[in-house]
């Protein structure tokens, strides 16, 4: 990992505590899914466990730092630019695909400024931090990057109450292209924009 972009101890990348921290995050969605299911519950979910998560460690002397990953946009023309410009290009031809062949009988969704917001910014920017900011973070300590992006990606499915093959695999599309863009850039806020750019999709009409 990068020096902007870091887990200040070791201790958070260990397999015992490192990987306790999404066990215990999946189980606590499993139990306030059940027990309290409305609009918006796994956002005020994800808030409170980001918030109590660095509470912790602040008091124990670590830190992780989300400020350096939503800030760091670095962008190396002849490498970074590239490698954007190809996700970027990836994520709408990519999200077409899905929209066209894996929901054919969808209709698009009314637009509105709240829409937007709740349908595209409000999901990305809750699920960016805790899946790529804080679980790939976690993953890299124990894995390769390949791996970890993979496992991620299915963390990411898992975490949504959805059914069917064609919700799978356009959640899954989606968590390996933002893992794909936070391991090489270490830049959350790219994360957030592909994910609104991948979410607006539903309100794009049949070709």
Known sequence: MSEEVKLASD?????????????????????????????????????????????????????????????????????????????????????????????????????????????????????EPVCRGLFVSILLKNFNSKIAIVISALIFVSIHRFSGFPIVMALLILGILTGVTFVKTKSLSLCVAFHVIWNLGIFVPKI
Not at 50 to 64: K, N
Not at 75 to 84: A, P, Q, S, T, V
Not at 95 to 102: D, E, G, K, N, S
């Open 11 to 127: 201790e958070l990348g260990r397999p015992i505590c490192g990987l306790t921290v999404i066990i215990v995050y999946l189980i606590a969605q499993q139990l306030f899914g059940m027990l309290a299911f409305w609009p918006y519950c796994f956002v005020v979910l994800r808030l409170i466990f980001l918030t109590i998560l660095l509470i912790v460690l602040r008091r124990t002397g670590f830190t992780l730092d989300f400020a350096g990953m939503f800030g760091k946009v670095s962008i190396n023309f002849l490498k970074d630019g590239g490698f954007i410009a190809c996700m970027l290009l990836t994520i709408i031809v990519g999200r077409l695909a899905v929209h066209q062949f894996l929901f054919p009988n969808l209709q698009p969704y009314p637009f509105s400024l709240f829409s937007l917001f709740e349908e595209c910014f409000l999901p990305a920017l809750s699920e």
